[in-house]
């Protein structure tokens, strides 16, 4: 809902760039890590998910890049539409059945 | 249309007064977890559960409880709510937990006066 943006880092780009938002992760042996996005007032809806015996992975308009070195996850929106405009945020699996989220990050598309 | 369930969506209670949210996937999914958000805390998991009468303890359990007597439904609990429980509640379900994303419902925002 509506309150879910309060007090979350907020990232604003103009339409038709391109958006670049970051996750840190704390659990070294975290081995899946997951991009949801969460439009107002509805629950989080899957965009990509990644390995870690990867360091990149695309879908359609988003590219997820994870360092695990430095644990970091980043999701990269190309074209960046109104409809884009949510929050976001990461979610890892550090054991069997835990998943851990991350608080998220508001990104607001200018037209 | 796959997808998970939540009722009510909205709800404004009384402290100490019962209450249920129902929780209902049609994805025959094994993995079922409640999770509250609460601004700038992110989504907390509140109970898990693998599968049919197996259920366990997430990082906030205190003040809940959780069900799974068949594999679609997986309610909520409150015995007897405070208002430090009033929060956005969501259901979420995935075919397992090996490398698998969970699907969300829409959420329940429970006020608790």
């Known amino acids: 809902g509506e309150s879910v943006g309060l007090h979350l880092p907020t990232l604003s780009v103009q339409e038709g760039d391109n958006s670049i938002i970051n996750c840190a992760y704390s659990n070294s042996a975290s081995d899946y890590f997951i991009w949801y996005k969460q439009e107002s007032g509805k629950g989080p809806q899957f965009i990509i998910d990644i390995r870690s015996n990867m360091d990149k992975r695309q879908g359609q308009r988003v590219t997820v890049l994870l360092n695990k070195t430095v644990k970091h996850l980043s999701l990269q929106i190309a074209a960046t539409q109104p409809g884009d405009s949510a929050v976001y945020f990461c979610a890892e699996i550090a054991t069997v059945n835990k998943f851990y989220f991350g608080s998220g990050t508001k990104l607001n598309v200018k037209p | 249309e796959a997808q998970v369930t939540q009722n009510p969506r909205y709800l404004i209670t009384v402290t100490g007064k019962k209450l249920t949210v129902t929780c209902s996937q049609n994805m025959n999914h094994e993995y079922m977890s409640w999770y509250r958000q609460d601004p700038g805390l992110g989504l907390r998991q509140i109970y898990y559960?693998?599968?049919?009468?197996?259920?366990d303890k997430g990082d906030v359990p205190e003040g809940y409880k959780v069900s799974r007597k068949e594999k679609r439904n997986f309610p909520l609990i409150l015995e007897s709510p405070s208002p430090n429980q009033t929060s956005l509640y969501f259901c979420a379900s995935s075919l397992g937990t090996e490398q698998q994303p969970q699907h969300f419902g829409d959420g329940t925002r429970l006020s608790i006066l």
């Open positions: 559960s693998m599968n049919v009468e197996v259920t």
